[in-house]
């Protein structure tokens, strides 16, 4: 199949289920997920069983301790559908408690449904299986742009950033790349639809599966919410794409009440679609709500009726992208560096904080070929007050590499994939 890839996951699942009894995989529908325990399955010899699949569905929920029971690695698919599996894999795992023995995928965080946290916890090693990355799409290996901001000593930082200056006319992703990925987003299927329409009418399918089915699933309460006004929902969701809102504001926005709103936001939180990002504050007059990230760009073009021409700006299309590249590099770190942002009352901001015990990488986006002080001095405030931190500010593709401060450096965008 033409949108086969290796999937970066691939082999950090393989190294935990050499030592972890439980390995989990999340994340957005149609994102991979059953590819990706197919071919692991294959590699290791296991048994693969889908629990779309209603014979299979029926056995799990009839004798799960009987379903369960099978010698070497047993890989569920969809296993949330089945809850009565969770008490016997803590029951199996707790008497034999041998590496390899379960790996599960599920479009909802396992951990957040009430039905399984208790008998997971402790248990799993979790994984979320992203949308295809730009490196994912075209075989290239993944950046390291963050890791090595982030691991690299003191004396290592000029000279990262003097080779990233040497090299910087062959960069290996180009900026056609970029905005493609960005546009179709890094779903498997639309991700490799030339046509527009096409993608459109796929996006139309999987929002009607995603607000009849999915929600319902993980809150009862949302059975009887109309397709229309889970819509409305989804739109002011999407206005709300990087910016810091609460469920007050998605409530007044989108004309629902206030305990539907939130348990709808909660709902598609555990579906992966979006992200909430913790403030980091910086003083009184930091803002301290909670950002919204969505997960995928094509998927939040298509919620948000953004027109892409040469009259509009590209700028937050390109901002989202950056935060999926940055949630792509994160995910492999071990322990994974904490992600805030910063904004302060008077519009000042830092989108990107990754916080680590080395020290702490403060990222911002200004799509200029030059800066100016007063653009980036929420960051300027930040390096001061951290005296381990380093701050990056990402221009143009067109920017030229180079040093505005002892510790704040300024590269083109193109340089983070």
Known sequence: MGHKRKRTLTNIILSDLSWSPIVGVFGLRQTGKTTLLETISKIRGGQYFSLDDEAILASAQTAPQAFLSTAGLLCLDEVQKAPELFPAMKSSVGTKREPGRFLLTGSVRFTALEAVKESLTGRVILHELLPFSVSEIHHLPPSRFLEQLVECREDEINPFFQNLRKISPTFRVS???????????????????????KRTQWFQAY????????????????????FRLSLLFLRALSQAQGHEV??????????????????????????ALIDRIPPLALGKKSV????????????????????????????????????????????FFQPTPHWRHYRSLDGAKIPWIFESKKRQVAITFIFEETPKPYSYRALRHFIEKNPKSLGVILGRATT???????????????AVY
């Open 175 to 197: 900026e056609k790349m970029i905005h493609t990925h960005a546009e179709r987003g890094g779903l498997p299927i639309p991700c490799f639809m030339h046509d527009r329409g």
């Open 207 to 226: 929002f009607q599966t995603l607000l009849t089915r999915d929600v319902a699933m993980v809150h009862r309460g949302l059975r009887d919410l109309s």
């Open 246 to 271: 609460t469920i007050s504001d998605l409530s007044k926005q989108s004309g629902l009440s206030f305990g539907i709103s939130k348990r709808l936001l909660q709902a598609l939180e555990t579906l």
């Open 288 to 331: 301290k709500k909670l950002r919204i990230e969505w997960k995928d760009t094509g998927l939040w073009l298509h919620a948000s009726g953004y027109t892409l021409t040469d009259q509009t700006s590209h700028e937050p299309l390109l901002a989202l992208s950056l935060s999926q590249e940055f949630r792509h590099q994160i995910s």
């Open 400 to 414: 030229k590499i180079v040093p505005l401060h002892p510790r704040i450096w300024l590269v083109p965008y193109t």
